[in-house]
């Protein structure tokens, strides 16, 4: 059992940790393992597979603070997109372009339903060069970076994912978001990467309607909640 302070909140009295079935001994473990990190209670991540999980962490005081919708694209059998309404770049063409996405990072991140006060650190690392600069795309308004998006690549498992993608606040709604999801199917397309998947907030409703618009179907959802350790 991994249990951490919440990256990029590790400020608040809560550790993280994930439960996929009811069990009031590793709960009991979990707040330990919290209290010796100075925590006094549990951000607990679960699934829409185990519902009697959330009923269990609800009736000890938990609250959920977040909730995602996991879907999933065939991307074979997605229609190939259409040209963008933007102009895109990939982070391999453009590296110079490294400080404003770190600069739009840094606010992105904190915009997140459910995320306000994140700070972000090794974003260069995980955020940027961890991830192929061919399927990094980037959204320009002349020199200026308007969004950023960019996939991940589980060596695990296999599976292909939409990563984090920010937006600057003045261009959300215009576009932009889906110009660069448009440019990872492409990607996907051409380098025969069977699926795709990609994981978004509830309350993000204009990216939930894209997904469904492009073609993704739902394959479950996870539920975060907050609670004490006062219990343990």
């Known amino acids: 059992m991994q249990v951490i302070p919440i990256p990029g909140l590790e400020h608040l009295p809560y550790a993280e940790v994930w439960f996929h079935e009811v069990d009031d001994a590793r709960w009991r473990e979990a707040c330990a393992a919290a209290l ?6 549990l951000e607990v991540w679960t699934t829409d597979r185990t519902p009697e ?4 962490f609800e009736q000890r005081g938990y ?3 977040r909730h995602y919708v996991i879907s999933e694209l065939d991307v074979a059998a997605a229609p190939d997109p259409v040209p963008p309404p933007v102009e895109l770049v990939t982070f391999a063409e453009r590296p110079d372009l490294e400080p404003q996405l770190h600069e739009l990072a840094q606010l992105a991140y904190a915009d997140q339903p459910g995320r306000a006060g994140s700070v972000i650190e090794g974003w260069h690392d995980w955020g940027l060069h961890r991830h192929a600069p061919e399927s990094y795309f980037i959204a320009l308004d002349g020199e200026r970076v308007l969004g950023y998006g960019y996939l991940e690549h589980n060596e695990e498992t296999g599976v ?5 993608m920010a937006v600057v606040r003045e261009a959300r709604g215009r576009g932009v978001a889906g110009a660069i999801k448009r440019a990872q199917i492409a990607y996907a397309k051409a380098q025969g990467i069977p ?3 990609t994981a978004n907030e509830t309350r993000l409703e204009s990216m939930l309607a894209l997904n469904r618009r492009l073609g993704y ?3 479950y959802e996870e ?3 907050r609670g004490p350790c006062s219990a343990a």
């Open 36 to 41: 010796a990190l100075g925590k006094t209670g």
């Open 53 to 56: 999980v959330a009923s269990f």
């Open 63 to 65: 609250e959920e603070v």
């Open 160 to 164: 292909w994912s939409h990563g984090f």
């Open 195 to 197: 699926s795709l998947r």
């Open 217 to 219: 179907r739902t394959l």
């Open 223 to 225: 539920i975060v909640m």
